[in-house]
């Protein structure tokens, strides 16, 4: 995935898009700057539970009793982010903007999901299951670079196309593990305080939490826009993005990523 990133970059800096009449940065104008917040879905590929515990540090955590990584039932994966930028012309290229960022995503939520065997519970009159939920928190600081065309309608509407990567670095991340097991209780031996068990199934629960490991984060997107100018000055836009990347960890496994994202924009034009 590193190398295909790579060759990809190389491929578009040898475009003549990139290689006509570059100018030197000092005739470089800055254009706008400007502050973005949104969500993104940086779906880590076959995420399962498995994965995340490898990237946790001295995982000795035990399942709850019977109850095993098997019957994935779902995942999900929720990154806000807050995005600074300063968007430069380029000169010699028309309706051209270079735009650097910063980023920042605050508590990312990769998680994964399982069911354990059903019970029947014969006073309720219900199923109830096993389950067992394996969370990674992380935060991730970045720097990015993108280039992107602009098509203006009159003074007022702006939309937006083109090209950029971003590099991540994930500190303080943990790891949750928690579910629990329904145990089976037989009423006329088992159960001697009717005030701790109900029915014939009891619940027991476990919680583990552990630091995880740091990683490295990269991806290459695509990105179209629209913005709004307002008062000649201000310009309130939306952007989505959508691209391929990688996360590596220190120490651990590496897997490939598939991004998409959705953003609100406020920028400033100078």
Not at 31 to 41: A, C, N, P, Q, T
Not at 125 to 134: M, N, Q, R
Not at 229 to 258: D, M, Q, S
Request: proline share 3%; aromatic share 12%.
């Amino acid at each position: 995935m590193k190398n295909l990133l790579l060759t990809v970059l190389i491929l578009l800096l040898t475009t003549p898009l990139f290689s006509q009449n570059l100018p030197v940065p000092t005739k470089w104008k800055i254009k706008k700057i400007g502050v973005s917040l949104g969500i993104e879905r940086d779906m880590i590929s076959n995420l399962d539970g498995n994965y995340l515990i490898d990237i946790g540090k001295n995982v000795s955590a035990t399942l709850p009793n019977g109850t095993k990584l098997d019957n994935m039932y779902g995942g999900v994966c929720e990154n806000p982010h807050i995005r600074l930028t300063v968007a430069l012309e380029v000169p010699h290229l028309k309706n051209t903007e270079f735009q650097l960022g910063v980023n920042a995503f605050f508590n990312r939520y990769d998680g994964a999901y399982y069911w354990g065997d059903n019970f029947f519970d014969s006073v309720t009159e219900y199923y109830d299951a096993d389950y067992i939920s394996v969370d990674l928190f992380s935060h991730e600081l970045g720097l990015e670079a993108a280039l992107v065309k602009r098509l203006s309608f009159g003074s007022f509407l702006n939309l937006y196309g083109g090209v950029g990567t971003n590099l991540g670095y994930s500190i303080g991340d943990e790891l949750h593990i928690s579910g629990n097991n329904l145990q089976s209780v037989n009423k006329n031996s088992d159960r001697s305080n009717a005030d701790i068990f109900t029915g014939t199934t009891y619940r027991e629960e476990t919680y583990h939490s552990f630091a995880a490991k740091d990683a490295f984060h990269q991806r290459l997107f695509l990105q179209a826009g629209a913005g709004f100018v307002l008062f000649k000055r201000l310009e309130l836009g939306i952007e989505y993005r959508g691209g391929l990347g990688y996360k590596a960890t220190f120490n651990g496994p590496t897997k490939g990523t598939k991004l998409h994202s959705i953003g609100a924009s406020a920028k400033w034009i100078l």
